[in-house]
Antibody, heavy 120, light 111 residues
Framework: EVQLLESGGGLVQPGGSLRLSCADS????????MSWVRQAPGKGLEWISG????????KYADSVKGRFTVSRDISKNTLYLQMSSLRAEDTAVYYC?????????????WGQGTMVTVSS | QSALTQPRSVSGSPGQSVTISCTGT?????????VSWYQQHPGKAPKLMIY???KRPSGVPDRFSGSKSGNTASLTISGLQAEDEADYYC???????????FGTGTKVTVL
């Protein structure tokens, strides 16, 4: 069964950068589109980024466009989210999720999440 | 793109049915048959319960069902059980620019 594992979260100062990773060694990573979804403390879910199976197509929510970059390394079966110019409002649990289709598909498998805290 | 609108909370007794509404626009729910629903227990990752408006993933009880009419989607939980107490989020594809938009979330309480 597909199992996703995020890493890379932590405490970072406003304006700083952080790179999140999401890996699974038990399926052909390149076959699936993937997304990042975040959840601020006590708040709802927010889709922030998606990438096609090949990595050739990416999309971003307005809230992170120009600051976050999604990418994937097929050889390492790993998805990344490079976050820069971080703000307090980026504080959230970040989930990676497998998409059932591209560009439209449900988030059918989720990781356990990694916490990002932006604070001085 | 604004979040889809869900009631803040719904409740029911064990064995009863509850329905959660999710209201959007013609640019999201009304324009596509890509509505999904997620269950989230406290401190846990969301879990897919319904996709493509009405379809259930393998392993999801048939007590959970989805529907759509116009710009509003609904999730119905029949035969409510204690383990159904959780937060529920709807989500809709919203086109090539916006991609996906989630609902505001509904807390289901089993009395």
């Amino acid at each position: 069964e597909v199992q996703l594992l995020e890493s890379g979260g932590g405490l970072v100062q406003p304006g700083g950068s952080l790179r999140l990773s999401c890996a699974d060694s038990r399926f052909t990573f390149s076959s699936y589109a993937m997304s990042w979804v975040r959840q601020a403390p006590g708040k709802g879910l927010e889709w922030i980024s998606g990438i096609s199976g090949s990595g050739g197509s990416t999309k971003y929510a307005d809230s992170v466009k120009g600051r976050f970059t999604v990418s994937r390394d097929i050889s390492k079966n790993t998805l990344y989210l490079q976050m820069s110019s971080l703000r307090a409002e980026d504080t959230a649990v970040y989930y990676c999720a497998k998409l059932g289709g591209w560009p439209a598909g449900a988030f059918d498998i989720w990781g356990q999440g990694t916490m990002v805290t932006v604070s001085s | 793109q604004s979040a889809l609108t869900q009631p803040r909370s719904v409740s029911g007794s064990p064995g009863q049915s509850v329905t959660i509404s999710c209201t959007g626009t013609s640019s999201d729910i009304g324009g596509y048959n890509y509505v999904s629903w997620y269950q989230q227990h406290p401190g846990k990752a969301p879990k897919l319960m319904i996709y493509d408006v009405t379809k259930r993933p393998s392993g999801v009880p048939d007590r959970f069902s989805g529907s759509k009419s116009g710009n509003t989607a609904s999730l119905t939980i029949s035969g409510l059980q204690a383990e159904d107490e959780a937060d529920y989020y709807c989500c809709s594809y919203a086109g090539g620019y916006t991609f996906d938009v989630f609902g505001t979330g509904t807390k289901v309480t089993v009395l």
